[in-house]
């Protein structure tokens, strides 16, 4: 194991972390930014489970680049809760995921005559759904939904690469983004952390996320 993963914040001789990216990978390390990963990859700064506690305090960016379908809901919960709490308030956090109306859009026909060509749909909806590693897929009126009832504020979808902040311009690597009937591939948000949230509002939207699909999943159906 490598020492730069137990150099935390304020330690070490260097400043505090203020940009975390989440899920690098093996090649999308980013310069001047925090590189976290589950695992020891080249360029990896710190090795990180995102769905449990951050040794981050005021951190002004959070990014993470088709990282959050990755996790089961409950994770994706507990990945931008801690995303919040370790955040500064007027922090941002920035996320890219696929958008699952694009996934239904272009995927399955069920007009289609051909019994081969619907089959085929078959198999390349449920690679989108499971292909990659995917654990959840979102819309985008969901993945509002999870960042505003997670006290996330001032939500705007931006385009590919495109931000009003220039900190956030130019960070999307994995391209390939498409248009299908004015839907993109890709969903990417950014949002801000206010000083302030519900927490008895919170606690009541994990129930309602548990009754509506996490307990299910949890039981094996």
């Known amino acids: 194991m490598g020492k730069r993963r137990f150099i935390w914040q304020g330690l070490g001789g260097r400043p505090p972390v203020t940009r975390v990216q989440l899920g690098c990978g093996p090649r999308n390390a980013l310069e001047g930014w925090w590189n ?3 695992r020891d990859f080249p360029g990896v700064d710190q090795v990180l489970d995102a ?3 951050w040794p981050f305090e005021r951190l002004e960016y959070v990014y993470a680049e ?3 379908e990755h996790l089961p809901l409950e994770g ?3 990945m931008l809760n801690q995303a919040w709490m370790s955040s500064r308030p007027g922090g941002t956090i920035r996320l890219s995921t696929p958008a699952l109306e694009w996934v239904l859009a272009t995927h399955f026909d069920a007009q289609e005559d051909r019994v081969e060509r619907r089959i085929d749909y078959t198999f390349m909806t449920n690679r989108a759904f499971h292909g990659w590693g995917h654990q959840f897929l979102y819309t985008r009126d969901l993945l509002r939904s999870l960042l505003e009832n997670l006290g996330w504020e001032n939500l705007r979808f931006c385009d590919y690469g495109q931000s009003d902040d ?3 311009a130019g960070l999307e690597r994995h391209g390939n983004l498409q248009v299908c009937k004015g839907l993109p591939s890709v969903w990417i948000v950014e949002a801000n ?8 509002a919170l606690v009541e ?7 509506a699909y996490i307990k299910y999943v949890r039981n094996g159906h």
Request: aromatic letters at 14%; proline letters at 10%.
């Open 166 to 168: 220039p900190n956030l």
């Open 76 to 78: 994706a919960f507990e």
């Open 205 to 211: 939207y994990r129930a309602y996320l548990d009754g």
């Open 36 to 38: 976290v990963d589950i």
């Open 66 to 68: 088709h990282f959050l």
């Open 193 to 200: 952390r206010p000083a302030e949230r519900s927490e008895e």
């Open 51 to 53: 769905t449990e506690p």
